[in-house]
């Protein structure tokens, strides 16, 4: 019904800047929420930024200040600045839609996308 692609990983030295995108496509009526969470390796996913379909937006404080969610049409981003080796990581996206005007929604992830940062 609906697919969430994401693309924009890489490596990256520390200090540095990426941005990841979760492109949805399919039966989409509208956008509900997005979240965006990670997984180091021997690590618990945490979630590390939210959006709901009103704007607005959290953060964990552990990122706080440098990464930044936003959204245009079907595609949210995360914007990543000030990258930390802490910050390595698998990103995967989390997005709820809403299909039709009835209220049925669909939940979903990305694929993942691994981001590296070094020293």
């Known amino acids: 019904q609906v697919q969430l692609v994401e693309s924009g990983g890489g490596s990256v030295q520390g200090g540095g800047s990426l941005r990841l995108s979760c492109a949805a496509s399919?039966?989409?009526?509208?956008?509900?929420?997005m979240d965006w969470y990670r997984q180091a390796p021997d690590n618990q996913r945490e979630l590390v930024a939210a959006?709901?379909?009103?704007?607005n937006t959290n953060y964990a404080d552990s990122v706080k200040g440098r990464f930044f969610i936003s959204r245009d049409n079907n595609t949210v981003y995360l914007h990543m600045t000030s990258l930390k080796p802490e910050d390595t990581a698998v990103y995967s996206c989390?997005?709820?839609?809403?299909?039709?005007?009835?209220?049925?929604?669909?939940?979903?992830w990305g694929q993942g996308a691994q981001v590296t940062v070094s020293s």
């Open positions: 989390n997005g709820e839609y809403y299909l039709d005007m009835f209220g049925t929604t669909w939940n979903g």
């Open positions: 399919g039966s989409i009526f509208r956008f509900n929420t």
């Open positions: 959006m709901t379909s009103d704007g």
